[in-house]
């Protein structure tokens, strides 16, 4: 006699999308048990029709009965109608019927409202039986001993590891959250998923071995005859594989779009990103063939209809924006207030309708962030940007020395500056190609600049002395780029002295160019000045090229490569090399969430050739041949958790007595400060986590599917700098540790520093302009153009972006510092694997109690008179690492994911 269970399916409709009446799904329940003879268990099958239905959800119900000795449900296969609609499935849920049943004919010949009423109740009772089972179940895991079978391995937490691995005789949970594609559209793949119970390789029930392979092997895209499918991928798939970045140029449109491929070479070594399969370009068949609509990625990865109406379409036409400069900053500030004119040669993105953006589902009002009325109309002439947070608190912030300072600190680049360590300053450059390599900055000259009350050894020693060095990565592009109309570049160093509270104080910039056109290397220091016109001129110009040099850096490394670039192998590796059971799996799978996208975006309209960034920011067309040099010069996987980035910078050293462990360089370092703390929190959840399906060192080196997931990723997805250091052996449950902590540190919190508050700091361009257009009025003569003394404002104009660039850029930044309004947050929800193992679940409550306490940290630090660096009169309080956000454009909150 067999267990009568009812099957319940929720799946999610599209937007207005309508299922027919008499819809349905085939499932195939899988045991987790072998039969006698050490063979699969034949499959029960069920017919889930649709029983209940609503705008948000449908849900299909079916019956099926259980064998007796069947064993427990581990799998469920989905199949939908031939020629049908493609479907997301978002769980399953199987439970007993208990005393209860719906007999074939029972309620026939009752009328319609009463045979769904009764059916309906037949339902929720079974509903109701599965929470309260579920929670007697979790009650006495809770309050009982761990077994000391000798069989039984203890995990971390102190529960049996076979536990993760068992199914309730009452209750299956399958969380799908996934497409699922008709029969006819993928015939030779099964679509499998397994229970919310997580299970290691080594622990994974026997009957479920072969489907955890084969799933595998869907995702790597392996056939029946064991060869890979390299055909060019459909929207329809999710196959995962990986290619070079050869898909940046258009050269059949115009061999100006050009670029050279990143990846594979010792010149241009990149990481990789996920495999299209389309065709080369005729004129030059190392680049893939660009074509019309979004680039693929594997169904799963893609978009949700909230999400995607974040973002406009068909914005990927390749622009020759206008040159034309503001012709005051009046109109300038007009574009805040009352709206400027559409630019001529304008950007396609200006025609976006920003209202979608900030409201963009459900009905939802836009969020208090954003003034409505400063919102341009799809049918307007004028283009009008609701004011940047900067902007609104001190229209005149850009102007102050001591904010340009803080920005390093407290910015959307904190990123960047470093310790003076050695002294004197020198390039590592070949001065034959370069000239000399000495720094501008003297010890006589620092000596000047700093005062006689310290020596400049004396500074030094004393960790007094800061610098943003873009020198030598900037000086190879700056011929380059300089044969670009409109354009111009140097390379930089700029100077800052710590003082007494903690604040930073510009001290001098020094710009060089390098011999060129016949000429010899030019360089020179600008400092502060308060007392002559021109010189006060001259300090903010050379101000406006260092913060384009910043701007560039920032976008383009430390947003782009350091976290959308090198998370979406990581991402490709884990859906290849991790079933979908596994823990480690469903603890990084969040972390991963519209990554793929969102680069396959970004490819598409803001970093491929003629694209927004190489149309606004200061490397050009060498943008992304640029973030290559950087890659190839800096980067390392160990450097990319927090500590060790402070580390390697100078920022902090360890100190055991010290918060965090760590002793800042600068005590009030906001995005180190804050930082630290979701650190900390994000390692002891992984702990936790790693600890419970790890318990010694022993169960890393038998998993087999973790191996072949790191090793991937260094030989497939960092193939380039698999060689290098920095990159963590595999070994120990400590090394697992660093290196999930690591990786999902990337996805939250260093992105969310870099990204969330773009609008807020760089929406007004003066504050931080992404181009300086034209050279320093002094660069080679010594002698002050008339133009300057006639009309300072004029020439700082021409230096800043033209008005489509820096409306470009507006756009741009305020599209990328939206939240969506189903944005994940860090902490505020529990995966449903997780909450499946009480264990799991209690160590996601201290992580989440952790989380809470930030926010309040935060409040309470941003309302310290005494942290200058946070707080004063017209500063934008730092709140970027509050780990929750409503939508829109806040400056605050923490996904788990790269997705913006």
Not at 116 to 123: F, G, N, S
Not at 510 to 533: C, F
Not at 667 to 693: C, K, Q, R, S
Request: glycine share 6%; hydrophobic share 35%; proline share 7%.
């Amino acid at each position: 006699m067999g267990v009568r269970k009812i099957v319940s399916v929720d799946v999610i409709p599209k937007i207005n999308e309508k299922f027919p009446s008499d819809d349905t799904l085939f499932l195939k329940f899988a045991s987790s048990d072998l039969d006698s003879d050490g063979q699969e268990k034949a499959l029960i099958e069920g017919v889930a029709k649709i029983h209940k239905k609503s705008d948000q959800k449908y849900n299909y119900a079916a019956k099926i009965e259980v064998p007796e000795g069947f064993g427990e449900i581990g799998a469920v296969i989905v199949e939908l109608k031939e020629k049908s609609t493609e479907r997301f499935i978002d769980t399953i849920f199987v439970t007993n019927l208990g005393g209860s049943t719906i007999v074939q004919g029972e309620t026939d010949g009752l009328p319609g409202l009463i045979r769904r009423i009764y059916t309906y109740l037949v339902v929720l009772f079974s509903i109701i039986r599965l929470v309260f089972d579920s929670v007697i179940r979790c009650t006495k895991l809770w309050f009982r001993a761990p077994p000391q079978q000798a069989s039984t391995t203890v995990g971390g937490l102190g529960s049996p590891l076979h536990a993760n691995c068992s199914t309730s005789q009452n209750s299956v949970t399958f969380s799908c959250n996934s497409w699922v594609q008709p029969k006819n559209l993928i015939p030779d793949q099964r679509r499998i998923f397994f229970s919310t119970k997580s299970c290691l390789p080594g622990e994974t029930p026997a009957g479920l071995l072969k489907l955890r392979k084969e799933d595998l092997a869907n995702l790597r895209g392996e056939m029946k005859d064991g060869t890979t499918d390299k055909n060019e991928r459909k929207p329809f798939e999710r196959i995962y594989d990986y290619d070079v970045y050869n898909d940046l140029g258009d050269p059949d449109t115009d061999t100006k779009w050009s670029r050279p491929v990143l990846g594979g070479s010792d010149e241009y070594p990149y990481p990789r990103r996920c495999r299209t399969g389309r065709p080369p370009a005729v004129l030059d068949p190392s680049s893939e063939r660009r074509v019309e609509g979004s680039f693929y990625v594997p169904r799963d990865e893609a978009f949700s209809e909230v999400k995607e109406k974040m973002f406009p379409m068909n914005a990927g036409k390749k622009d020759k924006l206008g040159n034309n400069p503001f012709p005051n900053f009046t109109e300038v500030d007009l574009m805040f207030r009352d709206g400027i004119e559409i630019p001529p040669s304008s950007h396609d993105i200006l025609k976006f309708n920003i209202i979608a953006t900030l409201n963009s589902s459900n009905d939802q009002p836009a969020p208090p962030s954003v003034d409505q009325s400063n919102i341009i109309q799809p049918d307007s002439t004028k283009l009008r940007f609701p004011p940047p947070e900067s902007l609104k608190r001190d229209k005149f912030l850009w102007l102050s020395d001591g904010e340009f300072a803080r920005q390093t600190l407290a910015g959307l680049n904190p990123y960047c500056i470093q310790l003076v360590k050695s002294w004197p300053l020198k390039s590592e450059l070949n001065p034959q190609d370069y000239g000399p390599q000495e720094s501008g900055f003297t010890t006589e000259l620092v000596q000047k600049l700093i005062g006689g009350f310290i020596t400049v050894e004396e500074a030094i020693a004393q960790k007094k002395l800061f610098v943003l060095d873009y020198h030598d990565i900037l000086m190879q592009y700056v011929e380059k780029v300089r044969s670009i109309k409109w354009t111009t570049l140097y390379g930089s160093r700029t100077l800052f002295f710590l003082n007494s509270d903690d604040t930073l104080e510009p001290l001098a910039i020094e710009l060089t160019r390098p011999p060129m056109n016949g000429k010899p290397q030019w360089k020179k220091v600008y400092s502060p000045s308060i007392d002559h016109a021109t010189d006060i001129w001259l300090w903010r110009l050379a101000k406006a090229h260092v913060l384009a040099h910043d701007s560039c850096v920032h976008q383009l490394v430390v947003h782009w490569l350091r976290t959308h670039c090198c998370m979406e192998p990581y991402a490709i590796a884990l859906n290849r090399q991790l079933s979908t059971m596994h823990p480690i799996y469903r603890l990084l799978h969040p972390h991963f969430r519209f990554n793929m996208r969102i680069n396959s975006n970004a490819r598409e309209i803001l970093i491929n050739a003629g694209g927004i960034i190489e149309s606004t920011f200061s490397a050009r067309g060498y943008c992304m041949e640029f973030s290559s040099l950087v890659y190839k010069k800096e980067w390392q996987f160990d450097t990319q958790a927090l500590p060790e980035d402070l580390i390697r910078r100078g920022m902090a050293e360890r100190d055991e007595k010290a918060p965090h462990g760590l002793k800042l360089a600068i005590e009030d370092y906001p995005f180190a400060n804050d930082g630290l703390i979701l650190w900390d929190a994000l390692v002891e959840w992984m702990t936790e986590y790693v600890n419970h399906y790890y318990p010694d060192d022993k169960a890393i080196k038998n998993d087999k599917e973790l191996e072949a997931w790191w090793n991937e990723i260094k030989e497939k997805g960092h193939p380039d700098k698999k060689n290098e250091v920095g990159w963590p052996t595999l070994e120990t449950t400590k090394d697992l540790i660093q290196i999930v902590s690591t990786i999902a540190w990337v996805g939250c919190g260093h992105h969310s520093a870099v990204n969330f508050i773009q609008y807020a700091h760089a929406g007004y361009f003066p504050s931080r302009p992404s181009i300086a257009r034209i050279n320093m009025p002094t660069e080679d003569f010594d002698l002050i153009p008339e133009k300057l003394i006639n009309n300072p404002e004029s020439v700082m104009l021409e230096a800043f972006p033209s008005i489509a660039q820096a409306s470009t850029v507006a756009q741009t930044m305020l599209i990328l510092s939206a939240h969506s309004p189903d944005e994940e947050y860090i902490g505020k929800k529990i995966e449903p694997a997780w909450a499946e193992d009480p264990m799991i679940a209690k160590a996601f409550d201290k992580f989440k109690m952790k989380l809470d306490k930030l926010e309040k940290t935060i409040d309470q630090r941003n309302e310290n008179s005494e942290l200058k660096n946070r707080r004063g009169a017209g500063l934008v309080p730092y709140e970027v690492l509050k780990p929750t956000s409503g939508s829109g454009v806040t400056g605050k909150g923490v996904p788990y994911s790269v997705s913006t």
